[in-house]
């Protein structure tokens, strides 16, 4: 019994299965939930862009920037590919660091932003591809092996292996990919839980997408450096947007809730926020992985030496 465990747990196509078979996926609830993943954002792309380019959506877009540099990819003249770009958190950066971006969207509303954030660069350049890349063809499209950096953020075009093979494909040196890697935490879902939960129970997602992809990664032989935090968000809304967002959050992860939800978060928020202001906390745990495709060795940054200085 336990060889049988132990060659299960290391056998590449156990694990590939049970991805495929995971009903608790990101893309799979989006699914249940009768949401279309591509389309996601398009009724709140405004709101998503001022707050990706607000100094603490800027601040998280620089760690991240910093912590790939830190590996060793050079933005400057490198060839990027920006999956599910949204309107440019990424890709704009990436240009004004001298990369020769494109950027895939299939969302209008944040395709435009994303041409208005761009047409405000001084310098750099960004090519707009407005697809699903689910469904380009990397082949005929001179996509194979093409890009130095091919980049996937919290996207939801990775959903089992052979989507990551594909954007594999795609990369000639790094590939970078995050997603969740655990439940999402937000601070409005806690408060108005307890009075619309029928069953009192927690929301279960427990972000699985990240560990498949890192085991997977680890037994096919990939070279990869990866890392998992905790970050959270300050996010305001007005309370007919706060409303909304926390009745999808519900809905997306299945909770068993009163038939009068709606109404009773609707009275909660006009009590504790009259300023019409909701503010909450989001976030959780984030991975974020860096794959090497050329050379795979250990990459060593130099470090200044310390300067030792008398008091």
């Known amino acids: 019994m336990t060889n049988d465990i132990s060659n299960d747990l290391f056998h590449p196509l156990v694990w590939e299965q049970a ?85 895939v969207e299939p969302c209008i509303p944040l395709q435009q932003l994303l041409q208005e954030n761009a047409d405000r660069m001084a310098s750099g350049k960004v090519t707009i591809v407005p697809e699903e890349f689910q469904d380009i063809d990397v082949v005929a499209k001179g996509w194979n092996q093409a890009f130095d950096l091919v980049f996937v953020s919290m996207c939801p075009v990775i959903y089992d292996w052979p989507s990551v093979e594909k954007v594999l494909q795609c990369a000639s040196q790094f590939c970078y990919i995050s997603s969740t890697a655990g439940p999402r935490e937000n601070s409005l879902v806690n408060e108005v839980l307890p009075l619309v939960s029928e069953d009192n129970q927690p929301i279960q997602h427990h972000g699985s997408d990240m560990g498949y992809l890192l085991y997977l990664l680890y037994l096919k032989g990939y070279a990869y450096e990866s890392i998992v935090t905790h970050e959270m968000k300050t996010v305001e809304m007005s309370k007919h947007d706060a409303l909304q967002h926390v009745m999808m959050i519900l809905h997306l992860h299945q909770v068993n809730i009163r038939a009068d939800a709606k109404q009773l978060i609707s009275d909660y928020l006009d009590q504790q926020y009259p300023s019409g202001i909701v503010s909450i906390q989001e976030g959780g745990r984030f991975g974020k992985v860096l794959i090497r495709l050329q050379d795979r060795s250990m990459y060593t940054m130099e470090v200044p030496a310390n300067i030792s200085t008398q008091s």
């Open 19 to 103: 991805w495929a078979n995971d009903s608790f996926t990101a893309v799979k609830q989006m699914k249940a939930a009768g949401i279309d993943p591509a389309h996601s954002f398009d009724t709140k792309a405004v709101s998503f862009n001022k707050d990706v380019f607000s100094a603490e959506g800027q601040q998280r877009t620089t760690r991240i920037l910093n912590w790939i540099q830190g590996q060793g990819v050079r933005f400057e003249n490198a060839s990027i590919l920006d999956i599910g770009a949204a309107s440019g958190g990424f890709s704009i950066p990436f240009a004004q660091r001298g990369g020769m971006v494109t950027s």
